[in-house]
């Protein structure tokens, strides 16, 4: 029991809410109805979809910023990484070879050979080997600018051009060679000797020098020096780097320069600071109110510092540059944009103005108003649809001004040729009572008979009576009718006893009971049949005579608005539409053939109850009176 009043609780919250909700949608909607449909069209298709345009632009600059901006950066990782890994095989790719010719068993004992030569000055033991050995070095790896092999006092050979003095006494790179405790030094991008001592124009050169050991005693009896040249050198790391972004410095383990590569544009900026960086990896260093980006690390031979300062600055303004790119396309896109929603929405508000207007004019002129179509869409047949509805109502106008002065003209008719309804039934009554007292019974009958029809007739303008009342009409009728034709007519009438109570519109029998009498004799008498039944969903009256009936019918059941013939000679057009316009299209009059001879006519009523006849003639007695 609890589960069911909870669940029924339940029920009429949700419905409540449901309500609630609806009543609130239907309040933002009749918001939005106070508006000019005009400007809701210009809103919802010109500043909607441009406000729209404006922010999903906005968003994606900001992401476009962030996803580029860490592209950008993850770019500068893979340069550094790249140039990392380029310096550590170039370097691989000239120590390795280097130091396995400084510690071949062959080279070493040419070495040594030399050095007793100049010791004990006695060239007959001495061979030119070594120079082969240099050769073959030097053929083998291209990226040397030269060669030169020394010995303990002096210069043995050299290839293609000196490096060092060629003296112990003169050449420093020979005593630090001699005197280090590292076997591979680096001396940096430094002057060559020679050409410092002998050249006007001087060379600067990256030296690397190697020591040449004796394999018994362990000592130092000579060096193997080789020069690269620097631009050479920063072409092999870089491999055709862009370099208007990266700023490459290397310098040995103790700082000395060893190649640098500077954008063109920076060298102003970094030249004070270039071999003074600091020790320590930073993100980023500040020079003359430029932000680098900075990397360091160490080369896995000879310990070189490699440190790659990539700007910042210039690297986010080209992303600005490349982003604001991107957001002028796009406004110029969203002006586009504008435009066409612009001549759009005009061409849907201009139409719906004009037609507004001419609705307007219409409204206080009862001219026809007409609008000239200019197009081939939805508006142009809403257009077509209003000068055509716009033609009908005007036609429609006159029809009624017609129909109120004919209506006017037939009410003064009927006022005119009113007659008191208790006048003529005392007259009537008075030679009704004169005719009995001279014992003319016949006519006693007659002037009976007019009496009851015209009482059941002028009826105090009601529109329905019962259908006893009306079968009652139908046969005072026919009674005065026998005395026109001198009893040539005969007639019978079927009462349902289930339907006095029916109340049926007036005067619908008796016309049809004319047009048999007019129009049905065949032969020297007329028989007229009326009868009442009640069958699923009608109240069915049929009037059948034995007269010569419509040949081209047949035996089929026909509308008689869709009979082709004269059928106002027979009254029923007006009847019909009558009972059309009470009750429905699905009511209604129908001819057909009899079996043998004669016209069957039938009256389809609805098989209503008296209190909803009641309720419509009390609707109908409420019209007459307004």
């Given at each position: ?38 400007r ?50 170039f370097?691989e ?41 240099v ?100 072409e ?9 972004l ?102 849907v508000?201009?139409p ?61 008719d ?81 009462r ?11 005067i ?16 020297s008498?007329?028989?007229?049949k ?97």
């Amino acid at each position: 029991m609890l589960v069911l009043v909870l669940f029924f609780m339940g029920g009429i919250e949700v419905e409540r809410k449901e309500k609630h909700k609806k009543s609130r949608f239907r309040w933002i909607i009749s918001g939005l109805r106070r508006v000019h449909l005009i400007r809701r069209l210009q809103i919802s298709s010109v500043m909607l979809p441009v406000i729209t345009c404006l922010i999903i632009i906005f968003l994606m600059s900001i992401s476009a910023y962030s996803v580029i901006r860490r592209n950008e950066l993850e770019h500068v990782k893979m340069t550094e990484d790249m140039i990392q890994y380029n310096l550590n095989t170039f370097l691989e790719s000239i120590l390795t070879p280097l130091n396995a010719l400084s510690t071949k068993t062959s080279f070493v004992s040419l070495v040594n050979d030399y050095n007793d030569v100049i010791e004990n000055n006695n060239w007959s033991r001495y061979t030119s080997g070594v120079a082969d050995e240099v050769f073959a070095y030097y053929a083998d790896n291209t990226d040397i600018h030269s060669v030169e092999i020394t010995g303990k006092q002096t210069s043995i050979i050299s290839f293609p051009n000196h490096i060092t003095a060629g003296n112990l006494d003169k050449s420093e790179l020979m005593r630090t060679m001699m005197d280090s405790s590292q076997r591979i030094v680096s001396f940096g991008n430094i002057f060559l000797e020679q050409s410092r001592l002998y050249n006007d124009k001087c060379d600067k050169r990256i030296v690397v020098g190697v020591q040449i050991k004796s394999q018994l005693r362990g000592e130092v009896i000579g060096a193997l020096f080789i020069s690269i040249d620097s631009e050479k050198f920063l072409e092999k790391i870089t491999m055709g780097m862009e370099n208007s972004l990266y700023n490459i410095v290397i310098s040995t383990a103790e700082g000395t320069p060893v190649a640098a590569s500077i954008c063109e544009d920076e060298t102003g900026n970094l030249n004070e600071v270039i071999w003074n960086l600091p020790q320590e990896n930073g993100e980023f260093l500040r020079v003359d109110h430029t932000r680098y980006l900075t990397c360091q690390s160490e080369t896995k031979l000879l310990q070189w510092k490699v440190y790659i300062l990539t700007n910042y600055d210039k690297m986010i303004n080209r992303l600005i540059r490349q982003i604001i790119l991107c957001i002028l396309i796009a406004f110029l896109l969203v002006i586009v944009l504008s435009i066409i929603t612009f001549f759009v929405s005009e061409s849907v508000i201009q139409p719906i103005n004009r037609l507004v207007n001419t609705m307007k004019k219409a409204e206080l002129t009862t001219d026809t108003a007409y609008l000239e179509p200019d197009g081939a869409d939805e508006l142009t047949y809403l257009v077509k649809s209003f000068n055509e509805m716009s033609a009908k109502i005007h036609t429609l106008f006159l029809k009624n001004m017609e129909a109120q002065d004919q209506n006017r003209k037939i009410e003064l008719d009927s006022l005119q040729a009113q007659i008191n309804p208790h006048m003529l039934y005392n007259t009537l009554d008075s030679i009704n009572w004169m005719a009995y007292l001279s014992g003319t019974n016949k006519i006693c009958d007659i002037i009976q008979n007019l009496s009851n029809f015209y009482r059941l007739t002028l009826n105090q303008g009601k529109i329905f009576h019962t259908l006893e009342d009306e079968l009652n009409q139908v046969e005072c009728y026919l009674k005065l009718e026998q005395f026109v034709y001198d009893q040539a007519i005969s007639y019978t009438i079927e009462r349902n006893d289930n339907l006095p109570a029916e109340k049926i519109p007036r005067i619908i029998l008796q016309p049809i009971v004319e047009n048999a009498i007019m129009h049905g004799f065949t032969s020297s008498e007329l028989v007229v049949k009326v009868a009442t039944a009640h069958i699923p969903g009608y109240l069915l009256i049929t009037v059948q005579d034995n007269g010569i009936g419509i040949p081209y019918l047949e035996n089929q059941e026909i509308p008689v608005k869709e009979v082709q013939t004269n059928t106002e000679s027979y009254g029923l057009n007006n009847i019909d539409e009558r009972i059309r316009l009470i009750y429905g299209s699905k009511y209604g009059i129908t001819l057909q053939n009899g079996q043998e001879y004669g016209l069957k006519v039938s009256v389809y009523l609805p098989d209503q109850l008296l209190s909803e006849t009641e309720q419509m003639e009390e609707k109908d007695d409420n019209l007459n009176c307004g």
